[in-house]
């Protein structure tokens, strides 16, 4: 799997919103982590509100798809948006990646 950068990261910040809020290095760290959970053919996320297990039927996601779909809120990830809204898998993605930015702020 290939690793998202955070020379990409700052470029593309820059490029697009003009600013960086938040630092790069943990925005790496976060979707790296989060592509390489998420890819683990032994993962399911358990939904925290139901005893279902919400599964990644494509086990094929790039840190770059993480990134943008979490700063962007693009639709890079199959299976996280029904009609304009967040799916149960994609709130847990995003949790998922605040947890682990949050650890790498530490």
């Given at each position: 799997m290939?690793?998202?950068?955070?020379?990409?990261?700052?470029?593309?910040?820059?490029?697009?919103?003009?600013?960086?809020?938040?630092?790069?290095?943990?925005?790496?760290?976060?979707?790296?982590?989060?592509?390489?959970?998420?890819?683990?053919?032994?993962?399911?996320?358990?939904?925290?509100?139901?005893?279902?297990n919400?599964?990644?039927p494509?086990?094929?996601?790039?840190?770059?798809?993480?990134?943008?779909?979490?700063?962007?809120?693009?639709?890079?990830?199959?299976?996280?948006?029904?009609y304009?809204?967040?799916?149960?898998?994609?709130?847990?993605i995003?949790?998922?990646?605040?947890?682990l930015?949050?650890?790498?702020?530490?």
């Amino acid at each position: 799997m290939k690793q998202i950068t955070q020379k990409y990261i700052k470029e593309y910040l820059i490029e697009t919103y003009g600013t960086i809020k938040h630092e790069p290095k943990f925005l790496k760290i976060a979707a790296n982590e989060t592509a390489k959970y998420l890819n683990n053919p032994e993962v399911e996320i358990e939904d925290e509100y139901s005893d279902i297990n919400i599964y990644n039927p494509n086990k094929n996601i790039k840190p770059e798809d993480v990134f943008h779909f979490i700063v962007d809120d693009d639709n890079t990830i199959s299976g996280t948006f029904s009609y304009g809204f967040h799916t149960r898998y994609g709130r847990e993605i995003k949790d998922i990646f605040s947890e682990l930015y949050s650890e790498a702020a530490q």
